[in-house]
């Protein structure tokens, strides 16, 4: 545990607990057992819990495609971590300071990260040979030496959960699903948590079946009591509220900021807000998310397949509507044409692709940066479009209303980048002030007289042209995939048009560069060596990047929102270094690109493993330049 100088205080009325309590800095903890074990419900209590008691906080969900994976196995392992801390922190940390492991199979896939002399709390209960068997270990691990260098707590939560409601008349296949909640009360008494945000929770979720409310109750409440009455525990370990910018905060997931970020940009323009989408994970819950507002006006279709998808939120573009449209790799090829068609067509929309690891169905609930490639380049014809990504869970809310701005601004598509880590992970988030967000300004052109010629394609400065609604008098036109005659619109198949027209497209998406904000390097503006990174990557980037300087590398960082068009001052930039290090998840796209345009030798951290950087093979990395 990242510790500052002990201090051990007395206990103060307001904390049940007799033990004293050490105060840490920080704290990572993995929780990890089958995917029906509740894992991913005890990670996001205690989230919520440690988001309540001011912390900072960074997750990382991790579990298994299959609803329901082979129990015991190492393939069905599901898990969650957390880091809080009481400043301010960028990732959900790497090395753990204590692992709940509900199985043996869960044990062996996630030791390796834990610390020399870390916590490691185990269901005992679940070591019997039958387990080890399923895990595929010939012997038990918490006897022949694997977890000699750990502070090893056995715990039988089986029985004592068992015990704990053996009154209550329900099934013993019941019971044991209560095993979480014991994990958790053990947890919560370990790192002085709040439990009465989770005793809500139980009524809340259980108030149609108060035996199992008050079964979770009570194992909840056991495995607190463990946690004072055990001799494992000299202490209690309190983290203390982060030093945050004042302000009103909650706990957010990154597809819920990107939905209620959606959901803004339409209030700000004045529409009304249509998703049409496919259900694909990890995008699915931006649906789920919007579709619990139609009080506001917001309508979701689950559409039977992505094609139709794209092709409904085409119809609403035109019809006027802010439309959206959002997938993951494997839709997104599906969605490539109706995304030309939208992109000659010249409609702002949306296309929100959370990515995952690939290629084909891959890994689809790990994490990855692969299909960068696929919406730069994964079009038929001269097809480009602005893409920008998402760095972080709060920052989902704001790419959501940037990209709608640039989108009504250009009349184009705008594709948004975000992925697995960025959108199952969550933050601690500023609420805005609605009234401080900037609107965003659409003119509609307007009826015009008996014998005035409209021009569908005339052009303004940024090179968009009028964004008609339907019906209007006097605007109609023609639309459809093939060229248009400039300002026309009508079918053309003249040489010299079909060029100009092509550059008139891929000029206005460059124009982009001239309303998006200029990059600001962290740290030297020259020197040895610069680290660019996109997505998801910032966090683990910036964190990295600020040991090494602290450790006395000249070392900057830039991160980019906008891959296409590149910020314009970034070729000056990358001309300022004698190296530069581009880390990503996949095989080095953005690196590509940039050595293409910039002509740049650009080097490349490259990893395709479903997880994201550790701050601690970055530093590795960012190290052998000095």
């Known amino acids: 545990m990242n510790q500052e100088p002990i201090a051990v205080f007395p206990l103060d009325e307001t904390n049940n607990s007799k033990k004293p309590i050490t105060h840490l800095t920080a704290v990572t903890v993995r929780l990890v057992g089958d995917s029906g074990d509740g894992m991913q419900l005890m990670g996001s209590q205690l989230t919520n819990t440690s988001a309540l008691a001011g912390n900072d906080i960074a997750t990382f969900p991790d579990f298994p495609a299959e609803i329901r994976a082979p129990r015991g196995t190492r393939a069905g392992v599901s898990g969650f971590q957390l880091q809080f801390s009481s400043e301010e922190i960028f990732t959900p940390g790497d090395g753990l300071d204590a692992l709940i492991a509900m199985n043996p199979a869960a044990l062996i896939t996630n030791i390796a990260d834990l610390n020399d002399g870390g916590i490691l709390i185990v269901n005992s209960d679940s070591f019997e040979d ?298 601690p988030w500023l609420i805005p002030k609605t009234a401080e967000l900037p609107r965003i300004e659409i003119r509609h052109p307007g009826p015009i007289s008996a014998g005035e010629v409209f021009l569908p394609y005339e052009r303004d400065s940024r090179l968009a042209r009028p964004w008609a609604i339907p019906g209007t008098t006097g605007l109609m036109h023609r639309i459809g995939g093939l060229e248009k005659e400039d300002r026309t619109g009508n079918v053309s198949y003249d040489p010299l048009n079909h060029q100009h027209m092509v550059q008139t497209r891929a000029q206005k998406v460059a124009n982009v560069a001239n309303v998006i904000a200029p990059l600001e390097v962290d740290g030297p503006e020259t020197g040895r060596l610069l680290v660019l990174s996109w997505g998801g990557t910032l966090g683990a980037c910036r964190t990295a990047v600020q040991q090494c300087r602290a450790e006395g590398c000249a070392i900057a960082h830039v991160h980019l929102r906008w891959i296409n068009p590149f910020p314009k001052n970034l070729g000056e930039i990358v001309q300022n270094y004698d190296h530069i290090v581009i880390p990503e998840l996949n095989t080095g796209q953005l690196r590509m690109l940039i050595r293409a345009k910039y002509l740049v030798d650009a080097q490349g951290l490259n990893k395709v493993q479903g997880k994201p950087f550790t701050v601690t093979e970055l530093k590795a990395k960012f190290k052998t330049y000095f």
Request: proline share 6%.
């Open 130 to 427: 039958k387990d080890l068997k399923l895990a595929k270990l010939k012997t038990n691990p918490l006897v022949d030496g694997t977890v000699d260098r750990f502070r090893l707590i056995e715990v039988p939560m089986t029985k004592l959960t068992r015990n704990a409601v053996q009154d209550l008349g329900i099934s013993t296949k019941v019971a044991d699903r209560c095993r979480n909640f014991f994990g958790m009360g053990l947890l919560f008494w370990l790192y002085g948590r709040d439990i009465s945000p989770t005793t809500r929770f139980i009524e809340a979720k259980f108030r149609s079946k108060p035996d199992i409310a008050e079964a979770n109750r009570r194992v909840l409440m056991a495995g607190w009591n463990y946690g004072e009455t055990t001799e494992h525990f000299a202490s209690t370990y309190q983290v203390r509220p982060a030093k945050l910018p004042p302000g009103q905060y909650r706990n957010i997931m990154g597809n819920q900021a990107l939905a209620w970020g959606l959901m803004t940009a339409a209030m700000l323009s004045d529409k009304s807000l249509f998703l049409s989408t496919y259900p694909i994970t990890p995008a699915s819950d931006v649906l789920h998310e919007l579709s619990h507002f139609k009080n506001f006006g917001i309508r979701t279709m689950q559409a039977e397949d992505e094609i139709s998808a794209i092709c409904s939120t085409i119809g609403a573009a035109f019809g006027g509507s802010m439309a959206v449209t959002t997938s993951s790799g494997p839709g997104i090829s599906l969605k490539s044409e109706g995304a030309n068609l939208a992109m000659m067509l010249e409609l702002p929309l949306l296309i929100v692709d959370i990515q995952r690891a690939g290629p084909s169905t891959g890994m689809p609930t790990k994490t990855e940066q692969s299909d960068l490639n696929q919406v730069m380049f994964g079009r038929n014809g001269e097809s480009p479009l602005p893409v920008c990504a998402a760095s972080s869970p709060g920052d989902c809310f704001n790419v959501a209303i940037e990209a709608w701005r640039i989108a009504t601004q250009f009349m184009t598509p705008v594709i948004i980048l975000s992925d697995a880590y960025v959108a199952n992970g969550a933050e």
